[in-house]
């Protein structure tokens, strides 16, 4: 895959897999309870496996649209565990240095 053209990191692909098995789960969650009936869901593959995705459009976009929702908060969390972020480097810096400082 080229990231310079589609500008896109190893993390970022990784939370758009996650928010894609989240939109799968909760889309397999309100199937199985029965919030609608079962004719408002077909049959489909996603990464090899059968799961069950809505019909109608309208409640195919609002799962979509709400755990799309969650991609900069997951990207976020994602950068934070990195050890290469920049952010957890800084974090890091100002622990090492507030026990330095701090007597015992």
């Given amino acids: 895959m080229d990231r310079a053209k589609h500008n896109q990191s190893p993390q970022g692909g990784t939370a ?4 894609e098995l989240l939109e799968v789960a909760i889309t397999s969650i309100v199937f199985l309870k029965g919030v ?3 004719g408002a869901f077909e049959r489909r593959r996603y990464m090899n496996l ?3 995705r809505a019909r109608h459009p309208q409640l195919r976009d609002y799962i979509h649209t709400a755990v ?3 991609l900069p908060f997951i990207k976020k969390c994602k950068d934070a565990e990195n050890p290469r972020s920049p952010n ?3 974090i890091l810096r100002r622990q090492n240095t507030k026990s330095a400082t701090t007597p015992n």
């Fill in 68 to 70: 799309r929702g969650l």
């Fill in 88 to 90: 957890r480097s800084t």
């Fill in 36 to 38: 609608y009936p079962s």
């Fill in 50 to 52: 059968v799961v069950h």
């Fill in 16 to 19: 758009r897999i996650l928010v």
